[in-house]
């Protein structure tokens, strides 16, 4: 079929092609085949230097168009520095090390965006800095201004203050000077200072900028520390310290003079002088430190104080002391200063839980409950008083006589497990198992919450009183009663008895099964089966048999059978098993042999019979004809 176009479809058709060509030149008019950056005059240059940064693109358009161009200059990737429709150059007037980095251009043509490779510049000289400052002549603690500059300078700076060697202050900052208050030590300064910039990868420095000498007078407050008697002293005596400066500084309102000793401060010393009583933890150093505004100067000394006398020694013996014993609490000092008191200036007081028990260098008391606790005791002298160490008492009391048990049933043959435990006592307690008088094992029990163990056996159950526990402590040893415990005696092996004897057994009989063992405790259980492991009869008794009948047996109930015992041992011992037949009746018995003797009777009748026709047809023979005859007929 042949479709035919209107002639309006036709011209729209046209124009639609027309509209696209045009469309298809007009962004196929130009194309950017390069851009080059250019560094003029070198891509390295001594500071001050004018440097030109050239865009150039390599453009290819169509004859009588005109695209419109932008230029964009990059540095360190950064945001763009200069972006311009017209103008391909970007100008560096002046430039600094901070102009160092990594340019690029781009061109941008309507939608399409090229963009130069990286150029490195490097401009090279930093400058060196000059230091000013308000004032070089001050008092020590006195402040001064000082002000550091690098005209022109730009980029991310560090300015550096040093005294010679020692570094005042730094700070980083994007402007090209800085000013900051300094504080110098006593004496002559030697000021100068020094900037670095950051360039990315690398920081390089300036060379340091003019010195300036500065002189400082130094505060004449040093403090003269002395010592009143002496710096060797001995405890309880007074001794006294005195701090001074200048008297020219003396009378200063912002002067202040204080006396430690470490980190305390002992006191502050308005009226320069500090006393006290010696001890013996008063030796080592003390300073004077002297503060006048932000400055301070100190002065030390070492003191050391002799003991007047040693710290006393607490002491409990016996060492080991049971209830109802005696013992003694002695206090004593080892070595005392002579040259100041004698021994019998010297007092004590001994303590029990910080209540005074009495004022004398000894105690003795029985030992007790109430005289368990915590002992310490007190020396004096003079204005000295030292404590001792403390000691902890507490009467051990005897081992009370022991309970021994058992644990679970005993039985017969097997192990089981003996318990020894005393409800008081010290510890730790020795515990001895023994069978009649022989030991057999010992332990130690060091808590209150566990007992002795022992493990024994028994072969008869007579032999459980055989045992019994002693238990000591370092006192005179306690005795337990003779082990009392039942005994279980594991069964011994069944025999089953069957009445009326295997043999004699008849249809309508009644049958007795009797099982019984030679040995067990009570209660016993016995359990009766046939030859199926049927179970037939279960009964517990506190004999050491029981019997099961079976009652007008028929030929069923031949087969054979056992029987098992157990008891509280939980061994479970079988019989050997008996086999037997259940005969016929008498009665059944008789009626078979009549019947038998009839049938025999019966069967020779029937022979005999049979042979007497036998002999009869022997005896009498027809002829031929007749019998030819009799078949004719």
Same mark, same amino acid.
């Given at each position: 079929?042949?479709?035919?176009?209107?002639?309006?479809?036709?011209?729209?058709?046209? &124009?639609?092609?027309? *509209?696209?060509?045009? @469309? $298809? =030149?007009?962004?196929?008019?130009?194309?950017?085949?390069?851009?080059?950056?250019?560094?003029?005059?070198s891509s390295e240059v001594q500071r001050g230097t004018n440097v030109t940064l050239t865009c150039r693109a390599e453009i290819s358009y169509s004859q009588g168009s005109h695209p419109n161009y932008t230029y964009i200059f990059y540095k360190d990737y950064n945001k763009p520095l200069k972006t311009s429709a017209t103008d391909h150059l970007y100008l560096i007037t002046d430039s600094r090390v901070g102009h160092s980095g990594r340019y690029r251009c781009a061109v941008v043509i309507e939608k399409q965006n090229k963009e130069s490779s990286i150029k490195d510049l490097?401009?090279?000289?930093?400058?060196?800095?000059?230091?000013?400052?308000?004032?070089?002549?001050?008092?020590?603690?006195?402040?001064?201004?000082?002000?550091?500059?690098?005209?022109?300078?730009?980029?991310? &700076?560090?300015?550096? *203050?040093?005294?010679? @060697? $020692? =570094?005042?202050?730094?700070?980083?900052?994007?402007?090209?000077?800085?000013?900051?208050?300094l504080s110098l030590p006593g004496g002559t300064g030697n000021l100068f200072c020094q900037y670095s910039i950051n360039l990315g990868s690398t920081i390089a420095f300036s060379d340091n900028s003019n010195l300036i000498k500065v002189n400082i007078q130094e505060?004449?407050?040093?403090?003269?520390?002395?010592?009143?008697?002496?710096?060797?002293?001995?405890?309880?005596?007074?001794?006294s310290f005195s701090c001074t400066v200048d008297m020219l500084q003396q009378q200063n309102s912002e002067l202040r003079i204080i006396l430690v000793r470490g980190p305390t401060t002992l006191t502050n010393m308005t009226k320069n002088e500090y006393s006290m009583h010696a001890k013996a933890n008063d030796s080592g150093e003390y300073e004077c430190i002297s503060q006048m505004g932000v400055i301070h100067k100190s002065s030390t000394v070492n003191i050391t104080v002799q003991e007047l006398f040693s710290v006393p020694v607490l002491s409990i013996s016996p060492a080991q002391v049971f209830e109802g014993e005696y013992f003694i609490v002695t206090c004593q000092v080892n070595s005392f200063a002579s040259e100041r008191i004698q021994r019998d200036e010297i007092k004590y007081s001994i303590f029990r839980d910080d209540a005074l028990l009495i004022r004398e260098g000894s105690y003795s008391v029985t030992a007790s409950k109430e005289t368990n606790?915590?002992?310490?005791?007190?020396?004096?002298?003079?204005?000295?008083?030292?404590?001792?160490?403390?000691?902890?008492?507490?009467?051990?009391?005897?081992?009370?006589?022991?309970?021994?048990?058992?644990?679970?049933?005993?039985?017969v043959g097997k192990p089981f497990r003996i318990y020894c435990h005393s409800d008081n006592g010290s510890l730790p307690i020795f515990y001895n198992l023994k069978r009649n008088h022989f030991n057999l094992n010992w332990t130690k029990v060091s808590s209150h919450h566990d007992e002795a163990s022992f493990l024994a056996t028994v072969s008869t159950p007579a032999e459980i009183s055989s045992y019994w526990c002693e238990a000591k402590n370092n006192g005179p040893p306690k005795m337990s009663e003779r082990l009392n415990a039942s005994v279980i005696v594991p069964v011994g092996k069944p025999l089953l008895t069957v009445l009326p004897v295997p043999g004699n057994i008849k249809e309508g009989d009644n049958i007795t099964l009797i099982c019984g063992i030679p040995k067990g405790s009570p209660p016993i259980s016995f359990r009766f089966y046939n030859s199926s492991n049927s179970h037939l009869h279960t009964a517990t008794v506190t004999s050491n048999l029981s019997a099961y009948i079976l009652t007008e047996v028929n030929r069923q109930h031949s087969g054979t059978y056992y029987c098992e015992a157990f008891n509280q041992a939980e061994e479970t011992s079988q019989s050997d098993p008996i086999t037997f037949k259940v005969g016929l009746a008498m009665w059944k018995?008789?009626?078979?042999?009549?019947?038998?003797?009839?049938?025999?009777?019966?069967?020779?009748?029937?022979?005999?019979?049979?042979?007497?026709?036998?002999q009869g047809r022997e005896t009498y023979s027809p002829p031929a004809s007749q019998i030819a005859h009799g078949l004719d007929l």
């Amino acid at each position: 079929m042949q479709v035919k176009i209107q002639p309006s479809l036709r011209m729209g058709t046209f &124009l639609l092609l027309l *509209f696209l060509i045009t @469309s $298809e =030149e007009a962004h196929a008019d130009f194309i950017i085949k390069n851009v080059e950056l250019l560094i003029d005059p070198s891509s390295e240059v001594q500071r001050g230097t004018n440097v030109t940064l050239t865009c150039r693109a390599e453009i290819s358009y169509s004859q009588g168009s005109h695209p419109n161009y932008t230029y964009i200059f990059y540095k360190d990737y950064n945001k763009p520095l200069k972006t311009s429709a017209t103008d391909h150059l970007y100008l560096i007037t002046d430039s600094r090390v901070g102009h160092s980095g990594r340019y690029r251009c781009a061109v941008v043509i309507e939608k399409q965006n090229k963009e130069s490779s990286i150029k490195d510049l490097t401009v090279k000289g930093l400058q060196t800095p000059v230091l000013t400052v308000d004032k070089i002549r001050l008092t020590e603690g006195d402040d001064l201004t000082a002000t550091c500059s690098a005209e022109g300078e730009i980029g991310s &700076l560090t300015f550096f *203050f040093k005294n010679a @060697s $020692e =570094e005042l202050y730094s700070e980083a900052t994007r402007e090209h000077r800085i000013e900051q208050k300094l504080s110098l030590p006593g004496g002559t300064g030697n000021l100068f200072c020094q900037y670095s910039i950051n360039l990315g990868s690398t920081i390089a420095f300036s060379d340091n900028s003019n010195l300036i000498k500065v002189n400082i007078q130094e505060l004449e407050i040093k403090p003269v520390i002395t010592v009143h008697p002496s710096t060797d002293v001995i405890e309880g005596d007074t001794i006294s310290f005195s701090c001074t400066v200048d008297m020219l500084q003396q009378q200063n309102s912002e002067l202040r003079i204080i006396l430690v000793r470490g980190p305390t401060t002992l006191t502050n010393m308005t009226k320069n002088e500090y006393s006290m009583h010696a001890k013996a933890n008063d030796s080592g150093e003390y300073e004077c430190i002297s503060q006048m505004g932000v400055i301070h100067k100190s002065s030390t000394v070492n003191i050391t104080v002799q003991e007047l006398f040693s710290v006393p020694v607490l002491s409990i013996s016996p060492a080991q002391v049971f209830e109802g014993e005696y013992f003694i609490v002695t206090c004593q000092v080892n070595s005392f200063a002579s040259e100041r008191i004698q021994r019998d200036e010297i007092k004590y007081s001994i303590f029990r839980d910080d209540a005074l028990l009495i004022r004398e260098g000894s105690y003795s008391v029985t030992a007790s409950k109430e005289t368990n606790g915590k002992y310490t005791c007190k020396a004096e002298a003079n204005v000295i008083s030292k404590k001792s160490w403390s000691l902890v008492f507490e009467a051990k009391v005897f081992v009370s006589k022991p309970k021994i048990t058992v644990d679970g049933p005993v039985i017969v043959g097997k192990p089981f497990r003996i318990y020894c435990h005393s409800d008081n006592g010290s510890l730790p307690i020795f515990y001895n198992l023994k069978r009649n008088h022989f030991n057999l094992n010992w332990t130690k029990v060091s808590s209150h919450h566990d007992e002795a163990s022992f493990l024994a056996t028994v072969s008869t159950p007579a032999e459980i009183s055989s045992y019994w526990c002693e238990a000591k402590n370092n006192g005179p040893p306690k005795m337990s009663e003779r082990l009392n415990a039942s005994v279980i005696v594991p069964v011994g092996k069944p025999l089953l008895t069957v009445l009326p004897v295997p043999g004699n057994i008849k249809e309508g009989d009644n049958i007795t099964l009797i099982c019984g063992i030679p040995k067990g405790s009570p209660p016993i259980s016995f359990r009766f089966y046939n030859s199926s492991n049927s179970h037939l009869h279960t009964a517990t008794v506190t004999s050491n048999l029981s019997a099961y009948i079976l009652t007008e047996v028929n030929r069923q109930h031949s087969g054979t059978y056992y029987c098992e015992a157990f008891n509280q041992a939980e061994e479970t011992s079988q019989s050997d098993p008996i086999t037997f037949k259940v005969g016929l009746a008498m009665w059944k018995k008789a009626l078979i042999a009549t019947f038998s003797m009839l049938l025999v009777a019966l069967l020779v009748l029937f022979f005999m019979m049979r042979y007497k026709a036998k002999q009869g047809r022997e005896t009498y023979s027809p002829p031929a004809s007749q019998i030819a005859h009799g078949l004719d007929l």
